[in-house]
């Protein structure tokens, strides 16, 4: 008897998922006749042994029903609401506000593995590929991705996060980040009406720098994702809906049912 996949979502999990995926079939054309779940299943299997699409077990949908699935979703935006959805779950379970007031910034270099746009090379990471720029709250919870080519210096890139975290959360009040964003981007954020905390690098002894390592942790949380041990994907859009639902894979996982 088939028993399922580690990845696959528990019944109390899809209990919380399924009136977040709103999945309106075209009044026109081909209608993909499937089953939700077993879609979600799916996608989450991609991202968590990282195979390719055309790879995925015969016990799903065909590759194509999912690819075009996940496909509508980043278009439409589902990944990113149905993130925020639950990103207010974890938080009020763990006594906090809905929304949240602070965000913590930093980026990650990472290979690509083919070629597709914005794509370039880092010269102090030595990396040739991408970088994700991602903005998280103190529990560590993704609330924005942004990812680029690698040769764009951070502070350029954090204007762009930080004026996406204020759009999709305007009670976000301050942000943090590291010494990298001095000048440049403490001047966007002023720009903003907001303030950029910069955490400064404790010399000549091991300790955990202040705030700095709830992202660290963010980005080690993506570790259990194979999908996303390189970038793979050919669309930067594509790329950030993977770490989007890398994401919902780990807030789903931290709600208490």
């Given amino acids: 008897m088939f028993l399922g996949y580690p990845s696959d979502v528990t019944d109390a999990q899809w209990h919380i998922l399924e009136p977040l995926i709103k999945d309106n079939p075209p009044k026109t054309g081909r ?3 499937r089953d939700r779940r077993d879609v979600i299943d799916a996608i989450f299997y991609i991202n968590k042994t990282g195979c390719q699409w055309r790879q995925l077990p015969v016990d799903f949908p065909p590759w194509g029903t999912v690819y075009t699935c996940f496909r ?3 278009l ?12 207010e779950k974890v938080r009020l379970q763990a006594g906090k506000n809905a929304s949240p007031t602070y965000g913590i910034l930093d980026s990650q270099s990472v290979k690509s593995s083919s070629p597709g746009e914005e794509r370039a090379y880092d010269g102090h990471k030595k990396v040739k590929g991408r970088k ?3 903005l998280v709250d103190v529990l560590g919870l993704l609330l924005i991705i942004f990812v680029h080519a690698a040769n764009i210096h951070d502070t350029k890139a954090a204007h762009v996060v930080m004026e996406k975290g204020l759009a999709s959360y305007p009670s976000l009040e301050a942000f943090c980040g590291d010494e990298g964003y001095r000048k440049t981007a403490e001047e966007a954020a002023e720009g903003l009406g907001k303030v950029l905390h910069i955490s400064k690098r404790i010399k000549d002894e091991f300790a955990v720098i202040p705030k700095r390592w709830v992202v660290e942790r963010s980005f080690a949380w993506l570790n259990g994702s194979r999908r996303l041990s390189k970038d793979f994907e050919t669309k930067t859009s594509s790329s950030e809906a993977m770490i989007q639902t890398a994401f919902v894979r780990i ?5 208490k049912y």
């Fill in 76 to 87: 439409d935006g589902t990944w990113g609401r149905v993130l925020q959805e639950l990103n």
């Fill in 72 to 74: 509508k979703w980043k």
């Fill in 251 to 255: 807030n789903l996982n931290r709600i």
């Fill in 31 to 33: 209608k993909i006749w």
């Fill in 132 to 134: 994700r720029h991602i």
